[in-house]
């Protein structure tokens, strides 16, 4: 059931038909360190099996984060980002605090993420650096998982640029 959270003239909404994919993948493709080049039919297939959470202002939106999810044991947060001009007014932490409470996502026992400086701001929201690292492990092919082509230009400008993945 899709839900929608209110603060003045910004909301936040699961809502999969308001989803502005335009917004999305300019972004995403064009803006992001860590989707740069995933094209539209790859970033609309990764949203349609994730729980999106669109944020918006007076109907525009401004902002996204999804998850992927089984619901019961186990999160991954993706895709979060707040554009430019609406940034440093709290929204991203609004965004996290009401994907951390959302009510289908209680009681996991892991919730994961990537990113290459943000930490401080999802440490406020219970996450901190792999306990044992070691443990972990990881299957990544960076020309894989942005469709089409297989983006070669833009994996040697993000290793280039010294670019962690996510
Ligand atoms: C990161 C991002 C979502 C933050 O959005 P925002 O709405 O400006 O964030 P908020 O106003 O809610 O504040 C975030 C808080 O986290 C802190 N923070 C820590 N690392 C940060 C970072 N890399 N970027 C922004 N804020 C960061 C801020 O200082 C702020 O703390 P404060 O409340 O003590 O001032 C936004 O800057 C963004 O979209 N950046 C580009 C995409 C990106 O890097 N996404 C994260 C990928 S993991």
Not at 51 to 76: C, E, K, M, N, S
Not at 84 to 103: S, Y
Not at 125 to 140: H, T
Request: net charge neutral.
């Amino acid at each position: 059931m899709d839900q929608i959270w209110r603060r003045g003239v910004f909301e936040i909404s699961t809502e999969r038909a308001r989803l502005d994919y335009d917004v999305l993948c300019d972004f995403l493709s064009r803006s992001s360190y860590w989707a740069r080049g995933r094209t539209r039919d790859v970033i609309r297939r990764s949203i349609e099996h994730s729980l999106p959470f669109g944020l918006y202002r007076d109907g525009r939106q401004i902002g996204f984060a999804r998850v992927v999810t089984d619901y019961t044991t186990f999160a991954w947060l993706a895709d979060v980002f707040v554009l430019a001009e609406f940034r440093g007014q709290g929204l991203a932490k609004w965004l996290m605090e009401v994907i951390t409470t959302h009510p289908e996502l209680q009681g996991l026992r892991r919730w994961v993420l990537a990113t290459r400086d943000a930490h401080e701001l999802y440490r406020r929201f219970g996450f901190a650096e792999l306990a044992q690292p070691g443990r972990w492990m990881e299957r990544f092919d960076p020309q894989q998982g942005n469709g089409g082509l297989s983006d070669d230009a833009n994996v040697e400008t993000a290793s280039a640029k010294g670019l962690a993945h996510t």
